[in-house]
């Protein structure tokens, strides 16, 4: 996991609460990256598909 400040974070009765700008760097650093796997992969399955129902690949993506 990339470095974070502590100032994201800070003890409160005893439990620890996240700042909003510590939110805000989890949803840049963590969910980004996740979502960005999560997406390439969804692409991947749709291109298979794509190509099993006997489209050229090439010409669906409007290269060459």
Same mark, same amino acid.
């Given at each position: 996991?990339?470095? /974070?400040? %502590?100032? /994201? ?8 609460? +996240?700042?909003?700008?510590?939110? %805000?760097? +989890?949803?840049? @650093? ?5 979502? $960005?796997? *999560? $997406? !390439?992969?969804?692409?991947? !399955? *749709?291109? !298979?598909?794509? +190509?099993?129902?006997? /489209? +050229? /690949? ?5 290269? @060459?």
């Amino acid at each position: 996991m990339p470095h /974070y400040s %502590e100032q /994201y974070k800070f003890l409160v009765d005893g439990k620890v609460v +996240i700042s909003s700008k510590g939110v %805000e760097w +989890i949803c840049k @650093n963590v969910f980004k990256q996740k979502y $960005l796997e *999560l $997406l !390439e992969k969804k692409k991947m !399955e *749709l291109t !298979e598909k794509y +190509i099993k129902a006997g /489209y +050229i /690949y090439d010409h669906f993506f409007h290269r @060459n």
